[in-house]
């Protein structure tokens, strides 16, 4: 077999990233991939930088924002690198550069940056490729300055620095928490921990027109890559072949080295574990004829990228079953997108979510009663188990939300269902760009004790629900933005059932080769 030749991925035009002159900036993987310019970072660190001149009581000026990138990790006690190097998402948003061992600063007053490279040894030519100067740095970057990460006390000295920004403060998502950097000579300088992470919080969940440009290419990549894997899915194939074919396509033809996510990847009766797809379930099961998949995936373009999930019968149709459980999240996915605009709560949206999907369950005969009592006693965690959608963008599950709305404790949140303290209160805006993820499973661990629960027992028809019982589940998962008024799906797959089985009964005719292994 010959060399494939590399065609563009998507018809993908950005206006907002194109870049003008042949000496400015820009990151690009092929000339087939999508230019972006390194004016996104400038507009992130001008639009941080006046957020904490205008956030701060008592700002004094000649005062500079300092960032530490990520660095390499070793793989144990051994030499080699864990993983491929990914940026830090903080550091990436502000300078887009791609090299560990990096810090930067940000000149609160002006938005100029500094950039600071380690000092690498004449062997590095031979085994990792040409030692950067600090000039290619500054060309490269778009960046004001370059010096070495030895030299970073001296040179904010030699500018008089008055305060030392530092990201200090916890994810409200993951609850892990960013503790503030260091470097040698801090203790000089006078630091504030505490200003800062809430404000670069704020400031990457609001995305620019060229951050949008970023998220609308990699999120039609993946579209592209889940279409292949739908036409190239067959029983007999195991589950991690056809998630190669979705990495494959998303790399050879998008230019995404890596996934933004593990992906998930089940078929059949997995399809109702949630996360499955990690060391204890590595997507390593043989999809049999009449198995539903459930593939969750996302790729990354310059550290932005996204998350989509198709349900799917790997034979092209959908039995009764399937059909009534994918119909039922699909009612739920459009209940709640056609209520999103900016104003409009996530606790609104959840609610929303969870009551379509228990009346769906009752239009459909596998529940009886009153849709709020079931609502109040949690009847939906049986069916539903997660949260309806997240943030997207720097991360899969991205920062999110200013800290003015986090309106609970943690003790207080327990009682909340499924509560997340930067959505929740959190009205949405124009720009924001979220997934919305409804699912529906019969997972007898769940379903059990639900069906001897008096509270919960009483609305569930046993004899209905075990008619679906070992068909695993189905979820739906779209990306969206806020418009003005309203959202602008940006995912692009097939969805209703007609859809689905069409798509993958009549394939539309394509001239990207994909690996046909079966």
């Known amino acids: 077999m010959g060399a494939e ?54 700002y004094i000026v000649n005062s500079f924002l300092y960032f530490q990138g990520g660095d390499n990790q070793k793989c144990f006690d051994t030499d080699q690198n864990y993983v491929i190097f990914r940026q830090e998402s903080y550091f990436n948003w502000l300078f887009g550069a791609k090299e560990p061992g990096l810090s930067g600063v940000i000149n609160a007053d002006t938005g100029d940056s500094i950039l600071f490279i380690p ?17 290619w740095f500054v060309r490269h970057y778009g960046v004001q300055e370059c010096f070495y990460v030895d030299q970073i006390a001296q040179v904010l000295k030699e500018r008089k620095c008055s305060t030392i920004y530092l990201m200090e403060g916890m994810n409200r998502f993951s609850y892990v928490r960013t503790y503030a950097p260091t470097f040698e000579g801090l203790e000089e300088f006078h630091v504030d ?4 992470y809430p404000l670069a919080v704020a400031g990457r969940v609001i995305k620019t027109d060229r951050e949008l440009d970023v998220i609308r290419y990699v999120t ?9 894997v739908m036409l190239a899915a067959r029983p007999g194939m195991m589950e991690y072949q056809a998630m190669s074919i979705f990495q494959y396509y998303c790399y050879m033809y998008g230019g995404c ?33 009449g198995d539903l998949c459930l593939f969750d995936m996302g790729a990354e373009y310059h550290c932005y990228l996204t998350d989509i999930t198709t349900t799917f019968p790997v034979n092209g149709k959908f039995t009764d079953v399937q059909k009534t459980t994918y119909e039922m999240v699909l009612n739920t996915v459009h209940s709640v997108v056609n209520r999103i605009r900016p104003g409009f709560t996530w606790r609104e949206a959840r609610m929303v979510c969870y009551r379509s999907l228990l009346r769906n369950l009752v239009e459909q005969g596998l529940l009886t009663g009153s849709v709020d009592e079931m609502y109040d006693c949690k009847l939906h965690r049986i069916f539903m188990p ?57 997972n007898d661990v769940l379903l059990e004790p639900a069906f001897i629960d008096p509270v919960q027992g009483k609305f569930m028809i046993k004899s209905e629900i075990d008619k679906y019982r070992g068909i695993g589940g189905v979820r739906i998962e779209e990306v969206f933005i806020v418009t003005v008024d309203g959202c602008e799906i940006i995912s692009d797959v097939p969805r209703t059932v007609s859809e ?10 394509n001239d990207i080769p994909f690996l046909d292994v079966y």
């Open 119 to 135: 000092r690498l040894p004449p062997s590095y030519e031979v085994w990792s490729g040409p030692l950067r100067s600090t000039d």
């Open 220 to 228: 039609k990549v993946s579209s592209e890559g889940h279409k292949r």
């Open 386 to 442: 997660h949260g309806i959608g997240h943030f997207i963008g720097g991360d899969v599950h991205d920062v999110g939300g200013n800290a003015s709305y986090w309106c609970w404790t943690d003790s207080e949140a327990k009682d909340i269902d499924w509560y997340d303290p930067d959505l929740d209160w959190c009205p949405l805006q124009k720009n924001m760009v979220l997934t919305i993820e409804p699912g529906c499973y019969f």
């Open 5 to 58: 030749q590399s065609v563009p991925a998507v018809d993908f035009e950005a206006d907002a990233l194109k870049v003008q002159g042949k000496d400015q900036p820009y990151f690009q993987m092929s000339p087939d991939t999508l230019r972006i310019s390194m004016q996104l970072h400038q507009e992130a660190r001008e639009k941080l930088s006046k957020s904490v001149r205008d956030g701060t009581e008592d």
């Open 500 to 509: 689905v089985e069409a798509y993958m009964q009549n394939p539309p005719p």
């Open 257 to 289: 080295r890596e996934m933004g996510y593990i992906p998930i990847c089940p078929s059949g009766d997995r399809t109702k574990i949630l996360h499955y797809g990690g060391q204890s379930a590595p997507n390593d099961y043989q999809i049999k004829d």
């Open 193 to 196: 921990k505490e200003t800062m």
